[in-house]
């Protein structure tokens, strides 16, 4: 009779052991798989930079430069961060955050823009885009802001560079037929 209580009273443990190691932490989303195709290569142009670190450029930029391109580069990138936490009174009281059970996450958003500029002073390609990448943090267990950072920026470079890539025939016909600015800026 005494086993038998000592069973029961235990089961509500048992069960709370069990529904705790069942939870599985959050992961941080995965850069967009650029297809085997299009691994980086130079556009069919090549251009300076005028503005941007040439140390934090797409793949697709930085094998496209050339100091004496009359076609210009601009690049510039943002990261703005955000977390998000299980209030401490909440967390303390749940059994199952001595689990490893998550108890918020830190998220971080990477904007990026490029605009290419023909030799004739008209933009010739303007491109913005977004990455966030966000990763759940335990009681055992919390990504750094680094990491973060840094899957957001190769994540929003893909994009830049997968776009450049799927307009780069269209930017190689204006920028061929643009005048150079030798030719006086040329009459349309």
Same mark, same amino acid.
């Given at each position: 009779m005494a086993r038998a209580k000592v069973a029961i009273a235990s089961l509500p443990l048992a069960l709370i052991i069990v529904s705790g190691c069942a939870l599985q932490p959050a992961t941080t989303s995965p850069p967009p798989v650029v297809a085997a195709d299009t691994a980086p290569h130079a556009l069919p142009f090549k251009g300076r930079l005028a503005s941007g670190d040439p140390r934090n450029l797409p793949? +697709?930029? +930085?094998?496209s430069l050339s100091p004496a391109s009359p076609v210009i580069f601009q690049y510039r990138e943002e990261l703005s961060h955000d977390e998000y936490h299980i209030p401490l009174y909440v967390s303390a009281l749940d059994p199952v955050t001595y689990f490893g059970s998550p108890l918020g996450d830190y998220g971080v958003t990477a904007f990026a823009s490029l605009?290419?500029?023909?030799p004739d002073g008209r933009v010739m390609g303007d491109y913005t885009r977004r990455a966030y990448v966000s990763e759940s943090y335990s009681l055992y267990s919390e990504p750094t802001h680094r990491e973060l950072e840094e899957a957001a920026l190769t994540s929003v470079r893909a994009k830049i560079d997968q776009s450049l890539y799927n307009d780069s025939g269209r930017l190689a016909q204006l920028l061929a037929a643009a005048p150079s600015p030798s030719a006086g800026g040329g009459s349309e």
């Open positions: 793949p +697709a930029v +930085a094998l605009t290419i500029i023909g």
